[in-house]
């Protein structure tokens, strides 16, 4: 019984990961590697009246879904994208330049 319990709470806790990442976030392109079909994202921490809005968050890297989607954006652009975890690697599956 300990061990179901276990297994369970593990599964919503990774479907509580997973929905994090399936909304748009916002953030700075810091490198793309155009051979390994990766990119990585300074994501950029959604503020509130008075708190530090714009400071940065964690540095995210992400595997492209589609090669063509790293053709539109270079280092240093300002993106909006959406990304999946499947098996604890990020993918995205949505990205544009801002």
């Known amino acids: 019984m300990g061990t179901a319990r276990f297994i369970l709470v593990g599964a919503a806790i990774t479907m509580l990961a997973s929905s994090a990442f399936a909304d748009d976030m916002t953030g700075m392109v810091t490198s793309i590697n155009r051979l390994n079909n990766t990119i990585s994202i300074q994501q950029m921490q959604k503020g509130t009246v008075g708190g530090s809005a714009g400071g940065a968050g964690a540095l995210q890297q992400y595997k492209a879904k589609d090669a ?30 801002q």
Not at 68 to 97: C, E, F, N, P
Request: hydrophobic letters at 35%.
């Open 68 to 97: 063509a989607m790293l053709d539109a954006v270079h280092a240093g652009d300002k993106v909006t994208y959406t990304a999946t975890d499947t098996d604890g690697t990020g993918t995205l599956t949505k990205l544009q330049k």
